[in-house]
Nanobody, 118 residues
C-alpha cells in the first residue's frame, strides 16, 4: 500500500518558520522525483518545489525562492520543506507528490495545513 504522510504544519506568525516532512512507504522512494504542492482556499493547486531522486536537482517556484528549501533523506524515505520568513499568503494545505514519469498522475499525500497569521 502506497502512502505519503505529511506532517509539521501548524499556525505560525508572519516571519516565522516551519519544517514540513513527508514520509513515504510502499514504493521505491529513491527512484522518484518528489514535489511539494500547496493549495490555498479558492485557488488552484500550485507547485512549490521539486527535488530529483538523489537530491542533486532542486527547483522552486519564484514566490518561494530564497525562503523555502526542499531536501530529502532517502535512507529515511522522507522529504522535507524548510519554510522561513513565512507570509500570510503562504497559508495553504501543503501536499507531497511523487509524480509518475508519464506525467499522467502520481502518488499524493493527504496534506498538512499551514496557517500564517498574526
Amino acid at each position: 500500500q502506497v502512502q505519503l504522510v505529511e506532517s509539521g504544519g501548524g499556525l505560525v506568525q508572519p516571519g516565522g518558520s516551519l519544517r514540513l516532512s513527508c514520509t513515504a512507504s510502499g514504493f521505491t522512494f529513491s527512484s522518484y522525483t518528489m514535489r511539494w504542492y500547496r493549495q490555498a482556499p479558492g485557488k488552484e493547486r500550485e507547485l512549490v518545489a521539486s527535488i530529483g531522486p538523489r537530491g542533486s536537482a532542486t527547483n522552486y517556484a519564484d514566490a518561494m525562492k530564497g525562503r523555502f528549501t526542499i531536501s530529502r533523506d532517502n535512507a529515511k524515505n522522507t522529504m522535507y520543506l524548510q519554510m522561513n520568513n513565512l507570509k500570510p499568503e503562504d497559508t495553504a494545505v501543503y501536499y507531497c507528490n511523487a509524480p509518475f514519469a508519464s506525467s499522467l498522475g502520481g502518488y499524493w499525500g493527504q496534506g498538512t495545513q499551514v496557517t500564517v497569521s498574526s
